[in-house]
Nanobody, 127 residues
């Protein structure tokens, strides 16, 4: 069974940093793509970042480009989202999700349907 477990959320001041982790199990990690999504209260879910483990292809939403960095550790079966220069509008529940090959072809890639989801971790940025 596939499991995705997010961690690393918390309360941080504007301009601060957090690193989220997405620990994966139950599948061949190298074959998958992992996306980070977020949903703020009263808003639709938004794609944030994406990494394809096999070739390290990455994508960032414009709202986080230059501030967030996605990376993977194959040995730990974990994907990280380093979030710097946080803003109050980054406040949301952050979810990681896994995409099973064959990968979708939508543009941007975060529009591809994801196959497995974690339960989320809350990030709160105070002003």
């Amino acid at each position: 069974e596939v499991y995705l477990v997010e961690s690393g959320g918390g309360l941080v001041q504007t301009g601060g940093s957090l690193r989220l982790s997405c620990a994966a199990s139950g599948f061949t990690f190298d074959d998958y793509a992992i996306g980070w999504f977020r949903q703020a209260p009263g808003k639709e879910r938004e794609g944030v970042s994406y990494i394809r483990i096999v070739d390290r292809f990455t994508y960032y939403a414009d709202s986080v480009k230059g501030r967030f960095t996605i990376s993977s550790d194959i040995t730990r079966h974990t994907v990280y989202l380093q979030m710097n220069s946080l803003k109050p509008e980054d406040t949301a529940v952050y979810y990681c999700a896994a995409e099973v090959p064959p990968y979708g072809s939508r543009i941007p890639v975060l529009n591809n349907p994801m196959d497995y989801w974690g339960k989320g971790t809350l990030v709160t940025v105070s002003s």
